[in-house]
């Protein structure tokens, strides 16, 4: 009997090792995956960082030209294309009108500015 009784014993140390395990592999997996969801957010921080950067330097470029007072210019080219018909891309519209493009800049870089601002929080957030 005693022996049936050690064997018992056995088994429920072995059981609540075995429940220990699980969880703790389930808390790695969790653990796993708020890591690969900050990651994620912090490459799309940086995508719309390099972004504004691009903006900027056409920004930059535009004031340039706006010396030589250009309205339009050939520099810089605001294109936007679809799939009107479903088959081909097309373009639907193009801007070289520089107060236009400075409007596009200063508009885009505004809504990037408030969606860093939303990622910066929930990284903090995240730790």
């Known amino acids: 009997m005693k022996k049936d009784e050690k064997t018992v014993e056995e088994t429920k140390k ?3 090792n075995v429940d ?20 994620e957010k912090l490459n799309h921080r940086d995508k719309f960082l390099r972004t504004k950067d691009k903006l900027a330097q056409v ?14 210019t050939d520099q810089v080219t605001i294109v ?7 088959y081909r891309e097309d373009e639907v519209l193009k801007i070289s009108v520089v107060p236009v493009i400075r409007d596009f800049i200063t508009f ?10 939303e990622l910066e929080k929930e990284i903090i957030e995240a730790n």
Do not use: C, R, Y
């Open 14 to 16: 072995e059981t609540k």
């Open 108 to 117: 885009i870089s505004e809504k990037i500015d408030i969606k860093v601002q």
């Open 59 to 72: 920004d930059k470029s535009i004031s340039d030209n706006e010396l030589n007072n250009d309205f339009v």
């Open 80 to 86: 936007m294309s679809g799939k009107i018909n479903g």
């Open 20 to 39: 220990a395990m699980v969880l703790l592999q389930s808390n790695i997996e969790n653990q796993i995956k708020k890591f690969n969801l900050l990651q």
